[in-house]
Antibody, heavy 127, light 109 residues
Framework: EVQLVESGGGLVQPGGSLRLSCAASGFTFSSYWMSWVRQAPGKGLEWVAN????????YYVDSVKGRFTISRDNAKNSLYLQMNSLRAEDTAVYYCARDSSHAPDPNYYYYYGMDVWGQGTTVTVSS | DIQMTQSPSSVSASVGDRVTITCRAS??????LAWYQQKPGKAPKLLIY???SLQSGVPSRFSGSGSGTDFTLTISSLQPEDFATYYC???????????FGGGTKVEIK
């Protein structure tokens, strides 16, 4: 079964740090771009970051640049999100998701959506 | 960055109704648009990709159309399990920022 399972969420004080993990199974993890998406309480979805199959490219939403770091360990089939200098506005459910895509050209992608999602892990930033 | 605007923000409908949700991009995104369904307390589920391609396993009552800046998601005959929130997402510059729309909640009338 294709599956993503997040862990590492919890309660943290403003300015603190947290590391989220996402364990992948049932598919060739190293073949996919992977993303983190978050959802603040009662709000919509917000893409946070993504990472290329080999970890050589990483992109972030402006609001987390310089504070969050996405990484992966293909040998462990795992995705990570290191979150530093946390703020109250980072409070959300964090999902990892598989980006389905194809690159017929090194500089161009066909994108087929986030086709596998984890169940989410809750991060609460509060004093 | 490309902004995505969904309308309406909520819609009340009955079982069997035809429901249409609109998503507008702030600039042209070709056909690089996906639609997701999310039920309370659950992760989103991919319904449509590349504007009009139905994800495997998704019922055929769901359909997507559009290109450029204007897109629609249509549920041809609303079923009880379709009451949920729907989000559009643009991927014109993938892997650069993947923007979601604000969501449309489909409620029971």
């Amino acid at each position: 079964e294709v599956q993503l399972v997040e862990s590492g969420g919890g309660l943290v004080q403003p300015g603190g740090s947290l590391r989220l993990s996402c364990a992948a199974s049932g598919f060739t993890f190293s073949s996919y771009w992977m993303s983190w998406v978050r959802q603040a309480p009662g709000k919509g979805l917000e893409w946070v970051a993504n990472i290329k199959q080999d970890g050589s490219e990483k992109y972030y939403v402006d609001s987390v640049k310089g504070r969050f770091t996405i990484s992966r360990d293909n040998a462990k089939n795992s995705l990570y999100l290191q979150m530093n200098s946390l703020r109250a506005e980072d409070t959300a459910v964090y999902y990892c998701a598989r980006d389905s895509s194809h690159a017929p050209d090194p500089n161009y992608y066909y994108y087929y959506g986030m086709d596998v999602w984890g169940q989410g892990t809750t991060v609460t930033v509060s004093s | 960055d490309i902004q995505m605007t969904q309308s309406p923000s909520s819609v009340s409908a009955s079982v069997g109704d035809r429901v249409t949700i609109t998503c507008r991009a702030s600039q042209g995104i070709s056909s690089w648009l996906a639609w997701y369904q999310q039920k309370p307390g659950k992760a989103p589920k991919l319904l449509i990709y590349a504007a009009s391609s139905l994800q495997s396993g998704v019922p055929s009552r769901f359909s997507g159309s559009g290109s450029g800046t204007d897109f629609t998601l249509t549920i041809s005959s609303l079923q009880p399990e379709d009451f949920a929130t729907y989000y559009c997402q643009q991927a014109n510059s993938f892997p650069l920022p993947l923007t979601f729309g604000g969501g449309t909640k489909v409620e029971i009338k």
